[in-house]
């Protein structure tokens, strides 16, 4: 698909993405960003123009490009749809961008938008620039050695500044329960226990 063009929707649906095909739908879309386009924008109007794919896990997630235009210009947004509810994500791209990892930071993520519960839709600012893949791909080995040194540096302010989500077990500790389930394993005499 040539840059700028916009795609059309999958020949076959993903049964796995059951809200693919509103959140695809210009109309139906709309009515959904509207909300966004009149708090950020100070917009009274908006319409959608076209999508774009940007990846698509099937079964999974399927990520695409929103053109839009408002009373106050043209916008382009990121949307993914996921094929379960996905507030977490929603939620957890938030507290990360409130705790410094914002677009002042040099170190930075797109910022979270919204969460569209019935189409399960993220919607996030779309970030212009080259993304790593590409040079990892095709850049020289200084651009290369630079996106690498880059890419370890905002994951290790990620380590630092991100709010710890889920059960957080020390590491003696989950070596002492690999190590007690070891024993119980080679105590029972399962062949090849003690290998």
């Given at each position: 698909m040539a840059s700028g063009e916009y795609s059309q929707p999958p020949a076959e649906w993903d049964p796995d993405l059951p809200t693919l095909r509103a959140a695809l739908d210009p109309v139906e879309l709309s009515k959904y960003l509207f909300p966004i386009a009149s708090s950020r924008w100070r917009s009274r109007r908006l319409k959608v123009i076209g999508t774009r794919l940007l990846n698509w896990h099937k079964g999974s997630r399927y990520t695409f490009e929103i053109?839009?235009?408002?009373?106050t210009?043209?916008?382009n947004l990121?949307?993914?749809v996921y094929s379960r509810e996905s507030f977490d994500v929603f939620?957890?791209?938030k507290k990360i961008?409130?705790?410094g990892l914002d677009r002042d930071s040099e170190f930075a993520i797109p910022e979270p938008l919204a969460y569209v519960p019935p189409l399960r839709l993220l919607l996030q600012e779309k970030v212009v620039g080259k993304l790593a893949?590409?040079?990892?791909?095709?850049?020289?080995?200084?651009?290369?050695a630079e996106a690498a040194a880059r890419c370890g540096h905002w994951l290790?302010?990620?380590?630092?500044?991100a709010p710890q989500q889920g059960k957080v077990m020390k590491v003696r500790k989950l070596l002492r329960r690999c190590e007690a389930r070891l024993r119980q394993i080679v105590d029972a005499g399962v062949p090849f226990a003690n290998k």
């Open positions: 053109t839009a235009t408002t009373d210009g043209w916008h990121i949307g993914k939620d957890a791209m961008w409130q705790v893949k590409e040079v990892f791909l095709a850049g020289s080995p200084a651009e290369r290790m302010w990620f380590q630092t500044l």
